[in-house]
């Protein structure tokens, strides 16, 4: 049994007796740790937000933002360790609602779902996703798409950290039929989408001006079953306070041939530019330590 397995658990355990302020900042303490300790990781974060920010990875406020969003992982994962222990019914009615327009989350996501055809939610490794999903199970049915780690007893104790909040569990490996007949049943799949491929495995998507590929899963499962596509997040506001934002939903468009390509296209760039203004008003929320972007000589970060 691994010895990440026993201090999950007992950090879980720990967490209920520890008041958030001191959770945060054994957090923070943590993240800082990590970021300054693993010098391939932190090279690689700080060419990631030199490209957000289209600065040299050299620049102090590039560097600033990487060891920040170090920080604010390790304050991700002390609030997932702990969050067996939220109280959505108190958590809930704090969290401030920054959906564009007049419609509510709430209101967006029925629009979604009206066509009876479900949903597939985006998110990303941002803010807190897992929070996302347990506001949204709270409202609607939400299946969660998730990895599956070889330690079993590791896996099923995270796992149930998001069963207990009310989230369907997907493992990822041969989920496809499982996802289509969510969205059958007019519920919705939520995603983690950022994850970085091979040219030849991927989807091409501009991202903060630059091509990259990433899996075109979500938008390809979406199109055969005619779910809407409708990105969501929730993150860290001021003074503790979580945050939370849907887009409007995208809906597919029925395609033959190499037109389903096309589609899977367009529905992607649309979650990546919803990403990507994610990203730049909260960069510091974007958890994301390996390279995003192809290191090609017409994308490499400019020194």
């Known amino acids: ?9 007992g950090g879980s355990e720990l967490a209920s007796w520890t ?18 300790g693993w010098r391939s ?3 690689v974060t700080q060419q990631n937000m030199a490209i957000v920010t289209n600065r040299s990875v050299n620049d102090p406020y590039v560097q600033h933002l990487a060891f920040t969003s170090w920080r604010n992982y390790g304050r991700y994962a002390a609030d997932f360790i702990n969050f067996a222990n939220f109280d959505m019914a108190v958590v809930e009615p704090t969290i401030r609602d920054l959906t564009q327009g007049t419609n509510r989350w709430q209101d967006t996501l029925d629009h979604a779902l009206q066509p009876g055809k479900g949903v597939v939610i985006t998110t990303a490794h941002f803010g807190n996703w897992d929070m996302a999903g347990a506001v949204m199970a709270r409202y609607s049915p939400l299946f969660a798409v998730a990895e599956t780690f070889s330690d079993k007893r590791l896996n099923q104790l995270l796992q149930n950290l998001r069963i207990e909040k009310g989230i369907g569990i997907i493992p990822m490996e041969g989920s496809a039929r499982r996802i289509l007949r969510v969205l059958q049943q007019n519920q919705s799949v939520a995603f983690v989408v950022d994850r970085p491929l091979e040219a030849d495995q991927g989807v091409p998507v501009t991202f903060f001006g630059r091509k990259t590929y990433v899996p075109g899963g979500p938008a390809a499962l979406a199109l055969k079953s005619g779910a809407a596509i409708m990105p969501g997040y929730v993150w860290y506001g001021h003074h503790q306070q979580f945050y939370l934002r849907v887009f409007p939903p995208i809906f597919p468009q029925e395609r033959k041939g190499d037109k389903k390509t096309e589609e899977v296209v367009r529905l992607t760039q649309y979650i990546y530019a919803s990403l990507e203004e994610m990203v730049r008003e909260w960069p510091t929320q974007w958890y994301m330590f390996r390279p995003f972007w192809p290191t090609s000589p017409a994308t490499k970060v400019p020194h």
């Open 19 to 36: 008041p958030r302020t001191l959770r945060h900042g054994l957090g923070f303490a943590i993240g800082a740790g990590s970021y300054l």
């Open 41 to 43: 990781k932190r090279q």
């Open 1 to 9: 049994m691994s010895s990440l397995y026993w201090f999950t658990r």
